[in-house]
């Protein structure tokens, strides 16, 4: 989801006419991670020294492969905010289905927890109610 994010914000600053180079800066300072904001600014450094986007983020573990290879074709055709924002789609829509993922495993679970505890409590309430009507006898 970090990586969404953070392309998202690096998209923004792209459409509004920053350059490469200082739309990378920018986000890194706004992404909230210090392991991104560490990356993005070895990638500005790389950019800076001569190379391309894709090959200075293909040297980065935090950044998606999905993601590298949609930069070099972006550098291809020329349409790197276009393609950006299409894989921080990509990227969104797959942490929506690993979160909806680690729900379904999750919930059962959490049902069974939540029977246990009223179970618990009915059987408390119940051998409390029998301690009470055999004393009354």
């Known amino acids: 989801l ?73 550098e291809e055709s020329g349409q790197i905010t276009e393609i950006l924002d299409e894989g921080a789609g990509i990227l969104e829509l797959e942490a929506r289905n690993s979160i909806s993922q680690i729900t379904m495993l999750i919930e059962p679970f959490s049902t069974i927890i939540v029977g246990c505890v009223v179970g618990c409590i009915i059987f408390v309430m119940f051998s409390t109610m029998l301690k009470i009507i055999n004393y009354l006898e």
């Open 2 to 74: 970090q990586n969404a994010k953070t392309i998202r914000s690096l998209v923004l600053f792209q459409k509004a006419g920053f350059p490469l180079t200082l739309s990378i800066e920018e986000t890194a300072k706004s992404c909230g991670s210090v392991l991104f904001m560490q990356a993005l600014l070895r990638i500005k450094e790389d950019i800076m020294n001569g190379d391309k986007l894709s090959r200075a983020a293909s040297k980065e573990k935090l950044i998606d492969p999905i993601l590298i290879k949609m930069l070099a074709v972006a």
